[in-house]
């Protein structure tokens, strides 16, 4: 089936120590996002790809970078984690024009320790 | 003002009742309405979306958009126990570049 594919499902990872989180897709869709959710909130854009455009959010921090190689494949680096971000970090994906909506991947957990 | 609002909840409802959950948006340009079921520690999934006033129904779900009054709902009938979830409003906003989420209603159905 095709699909949205987030590894790991869980990751732990100490405070300062830089991690990554990535995310595949079989839809063939042009249209990349990374999400973080902390609880009880909405999922907040932290910035997409259209095609290979890298379109960054006005706030997201400077720690988050993202990186998409090919169509399939993109990227979440955080360079120094800190205790405020952990949290759910959701892949999506659409096709050109969004009216279809999202397809979420299954979601990463990232504790910071 | 947020962008999409929603209530956060809970909603409790009876099991076979209906559910009623409602959103408020800002963007009067906003193109396309959704909404999404998100189980606790799972990522949302898409159930409903809308982008014309009036109803549109699939199965026990019913969205209904009224643009005039920047509003959007869904209702669930004969909820179920399995309707437990928190629901996610969104929305895709005029400049079409980005949908926007509200931060959730949690609905709890009880036997």
């Known amino acids: 089936d095709a699909m949205v594919i987030q590894n790991p499902r869980y990751q732990v990872t100490q405070f300062g120590k830089p991690v990554t989180l990535s995310c595949s897709q079989t839809?063939?869709?042009?249209?990349m996002y990374w999400y973080q959710q902390k609880s009880s909130q909405a999922p907040k854009l932290l910035f997409h790809?259209?095609?290979?455009?890298?379109?960054n959010e006005a706030d997201t921090p400077d720690n988050f970078q993202s990186r998409r190689p090919n169509t399939s494949f993109c990227f979440l680096d955080i360079r120094s984690p800190g205790l405020g971000d952990a949290a759910m970090y959701l892949c999506?994906?659409?096709?050109?024009?969004?009216?279809?909506?999202?397809?979420f991947g299954s979601g990463t957990r990232l504790t910071v320790v | 003002q947020k962008e999409v609002e929603q209530n956060s909840g809970p909603l409790s409802v009876p099991e076979g009742a209906i559910a009623s959950l409602n959103c408020t948006y800002s963007d009067r340009g906003s193109q396309s309405f959704f909404w999404y079921r998100q189980y606790s520690g799972k990522s949302p999934e898409l159930i409903m979306s809308i982008y014309s006033n009036g109803d549109k129904e699939d199965g026990r779900f019913t969205a209904q958009l009224n643009k005039a009054s920047q509003y959007v709902s869904l209702l669930i009938r004969d909820s179920q126990p399995s309707d437990s979830a928190t629901y996610l409003c969104a929305v895709l906003g005029s400049s079409a570049s980005k949908i926007i989420f509200g931060s959730g209603t949690r609905l709890s159905i009880r036997p």
């Open positions: 839809l063939n869709h042009n249209v």
């Open positions: 790809y259209y095609d290979k455009d890298f379109n």
């Open positions: 999506a994906t659409s096709r050109e024009g969004q009216a279809e909506g999202y397809t």
